[in-house]
């Protein structure tokens, strides 16, 4: 099952647009998957990205971020070398990071596919679409 069902279930119950709050509904179901961390739904990645304006954004699906490194293997340090704001890790500008420098992440996530949907387990949707009713 994708976001996008659990959406559509949202607003089908709400009786409300799904163009007008499909962008709103996503953001709180992220929110719910960010804090439902049951080991049994996690597994571990690893992704690599390049560098913009000392940000390196996080894959799709991600949880928590187990290391970040170069890929030449010079690890970084969360809340010395960077903090974690929405889904970019930002690097502090004192390190000089130029954009297109590539890194390492490996990390806790969900399973995405190649579009990068999140795979939501089909029980899950209730507690998503209540979720979204009662925020």
């Known amino acids: 099952m994708k976001i996008e069902d659990v959406i559509a279930a949202a607003c089908e119950e709400l009786q409300v647009s799904y163009s007008e709050n499909a962008m709103w509904f996503k953001v709180l179901v992220n929110q719910v998957l960010k804090t439902f961390r049951s080991g049994e739904n996690l597994r571990y990645f ?5 560098v913009i304006d000392y940000r390196l954004p996080l ?4 949880v928590k971020i187990i290391e970040v490194r170069t890929c030449e293997g010079a690890k970084y340090c969360e809340h010395y070398d960077y903090e974690i704001q929405n889904d970019h890790v930002i ?18 996530g969900f399973p995405v596919d190649q579009s990068g949907n999140v795979y939501l387990k089909d029980q899950w949707e209730r507690m998503l679409v209540e979720y979204r009713d009662w925020e």
């Open 59 to 62: 894959p799709e699906g991600w």
């Open 46 to 50: 690893t992704a690599t990205d390049e």
């Open 91 to 108: 690097f502090e500008s004192a390190l000089n990071i130029p954009d297109g420098s590539k890194f390492v992440i490996e990390y806790k």
